[in-house]
């Protein structure tokens, strides 16, 4: 049965292995990735044919770097995610909540990395309890 939840020790600590967690962010921050990048690259071609004014672009152009920059902190928080759970599904959990933030005018663009990171969140600090 200790097989199954993969404990090890490390500096006298039980630590478990968090490959669901860590397969999970992975998968939201790469999602949250394409789609920014496809949100910023559908934005400047609009904005070099010229179809919409200047501040709704650089809205928009804005918001997709902040998503860029949101997804590439969860998938370098990743990779740390057995050092400190509670404060990584934290941080998780804030990161999805400022993306539907940002994008209140655009929901669809980040309702699945922002659905991912909330999970992914509640998910490491569930398995604190334990």
């Known amino acids: 049965m200790f097989k199954l ?3 090890r020790k490390e500096k006298g600590r ?3 292995n968090r490959s669901a967690e860590s397969a999970l962010g992975t998968i939201g ?4 990735i394409l789609i920014s990048s496809i949100f910023l690259i559908i ?13 709704f672009l650089v809205g928009r152009i804005i918001v997709s770097l902040i998503m860029l920059i949101l997804s590439g902190i969860v998938l370098k928080n990743v990779f740390s995610l ?14 999805g909540m400022i993306g539907f933030i940002l994008c209140y005018r655009y929901p669809l663009v980040w309702v699945g990395p922002g ?4 999970v992914l969140g509640v998910k490491c600090l569930r398995g604190m309890a334990r």
Request: net charge positive.
């Open 43 to 55: 934005t400047l071609i609009v904005w070099f044919v010229g179809e919409a004014s200047g501040f």
């Open 5 to 7: 939840l993969k404990k």
């Open 14 to 16: 039980i630590i478990i």
């Open 29 to 32: 921050s790469i999602f949250g």
């Open 115 to 118: 659905l991912i990171f909330i």
């Open 82 to 95: 057995e050092a400190n759970v509670k404060l990584t599904g934290t941080i998780f959990i804030i990161i």
